[in-house]
């Protein structure tokens, strides 16, 4: 089992929508916890991170839960523009801060 | 430009060659990473520099792959032997402060094709 599962789509909706993703990790001493976000081909960026009392930019929405170890991103009024792959992040708790990566949920918005 | 910038953005082998990436960091920053990305995945941490010191490797860098930065700033990671396994795009990334929720500054990637 991964330490980090996200379904990975693709997600197929209509430039409007509200979109969730979801995403499971399985250690609980799990420290930080981010949504980076990735074009084809390109390299992964920071989207926001997570927080528990929950966090807002802009359209975009984070959730987490760490009794259910549990961390989500909502994504309102979808724009063409958000159509890539989103990547679900946390961090241990060790001394080199490394990110372990789900795989990933492929986000599709048509016109 | 003043990101991390990584060289070749793209290599091609044949199976059994050597081959030598690079990777400069944004400056100053004192953490280094290097991850590893295969097709439909998420990227795979790799090793951990804090300034010129290597501090963590992954169980996925066998012997075949060495990385070094040995004044600090920029990094190399070379793999001998390339195995078509070894295809994958290899991504480095930088980070400037030990917190934890300190951003992870990537590069563009190198896209390594073994035939």
């Known amino acids: 089992r991964k330490e980090v599962e996200q379904d990975p789509g693709p997600f197929n909706v209509p430039e409007g929508a509200t979109v969730a993703f979801n995403c499971t990790y399985s250690?609980?001493?799990?420290?930080?916890f981010f949504w980076y976000r990735q074009d084809c081909r390109k390299e992964p960026k920071l989207l926001m991170s997570?927080?528990?009392s929950g966090n807002e930019d802009g359209r975009f929405t984070a959730q987490l839960n760490r009794a259910s170890q549990y961390i989500s991103l909502l994504i309102r009024d979808s724009k063409l523009s958000d159509s890539a792959t989103y990547l679900c992040?946390?961090?241990?708790?060790?001394?080199?801060?490394?990110?372990?990566f789900g795989s990933g949920t492929r986000l599709l918005v048509r016109p | 430009d003043t990101g991390v910038s990584q060289d070749p953005r793209h290599k091609i082998t044949k199976r059994g060659q050597n081959v030598t990436f690079r990777c400069d960091p944004i400056?100053?920053?004192?953490?280094l990473y290097w991850y590893r990305q295969t097709l439909g995945q998420g990227p795979e941490f790799l090793t951990y520099?804090?300034?010129?010191?290597?501090?963590?490797k992954s169980r996925l860098l066998s012997d075949r792959f060495s990385a070094e930065r040995p004044k600090g700033s920029f990094s190399t990671l070379e793999i001998q032997r390339t195995e078509q396994g070894d295809s994958a795009m290899y991504l480095c990334?930088?980070?400037?402060?030990?917190?934890?929720?300190?951003?992870?500054?990537f590069g563009p990637g190198t896209r390594l094709t073994v035939l």
């Open positions: 990334a930088s980070s400037p402060s030990v917190q934890p929720s300190s951003e992870q500054f």
């Open positions: 400056s100053e920053h004192n953490r």
């Open positions: 520099f804090q300034n010129e010191a290597q501090l963590e």
């Open positions: 997570v927080y528990s």
């Open positions: 250690n609980s001493a799990s420290q930080s």
């Open positions: 992040v946390v961090t241990r708790m060790d001394s080199s801060y490394k990110l372990i």
